[in-house]
T-cell receptor, first 112, second 109 residues
């Protein structure tokens, strides 16, 4: 069974731009969560989607948003990029909301 | 407010010996705990988990111990191998996963 895939793997943007990251969960998994990893803060929860609905949200500004499609694929969007948004963005999928999460390889976003 | 803490940023052990990674938590609502291992430029890989109704779970060389009264869990790796060198994250679950900041384990040949 294929794992979680994330595209693109690397991205370079400039301040003020916006970016969309994509995540394809493991086949059959209906829950997708997003995390931001930075050296100082570790992995921080962004949001969780289940059945196309946002079920939970972390403590991030409204510039960070996401959505989930009917095939469980998910996208996250960051608008008006800031230098501090440079991070590894990780997507994780699970069968159901309370099941073990399996992570993708991440998208490395660099904001210049 | 850091609800999951891994107080040792790094740990170095000899090949063949035991590695013990520790994690403390503050939220008594956490009911499921997990350990993930992460290599550079890769996503975290699930290692082992434990429900709050248990105090020990074992999977091959990996054992997780949970002490609910102390709000403490630990991951034991026996015997340690050089390929175990990675960052280990402890995570706790209640509605969402909360991660510690990780411990870099180095296993020396």
């Amino acid at each position: 069974k294929a794992g979680v895939t994330q595209t693109p793997r690397y991205l370079i943007k400039t301040r003020g731009q916006q970016v969309t990251l994509s995540c394809s969960p493991i086949s059959g998994h209906r829950s997708v969560s997003w995390y931001q990893q930075t050296p100082g803060q570790g992995l921080q929860f962004l949001f969780e989607y289940f059945s196309e609905t946002q079920r939970n949200k972390g403590n991030f500004p409204g510039r960070f948003s996401g959505r989930q499609f009917s095939n469980s694929r998910s996208e996250m969007n960051v608008s008006t990029l800031e230098l501090g948004d440079s991070a590894l963005y990780l997507c994780a999928s699970s069968l159901g909301r309370l099941d073990t999460q399996y992570f993708g390889p991440g998208t490395r976003l660099t904001v210049l | 407010d850091q609800q999951v803490k891994q107080n040792s940023p790094s740990l170095s052990v000899q090949e063949g010996r035991i590695s013990i990674l520790n994690c403390d938590y503050t939220n008594s609502m956490f009911d499921y705990f997990l350990w993930y291992k992460k290599y550079p430029a890769e996503g975290p890989t699930f290692l082992i988990s434990i429900s709050s109704i248990k105090d020990k779970n074992e999977d091959g060389r990996f054992t997780v111990f949970l002490n609910k009264s102390a709000k403490h869990l630990s991951l034991h790796i026996v015997p340690s191998q050089p390929g175990d060198s990675a960052v280990y994250f402890c995570a706790a679950s209640h509605e969402k996963l909360t991660f510690g900041k990780g411990t870099l384990l180095t296993v020396n040949p």
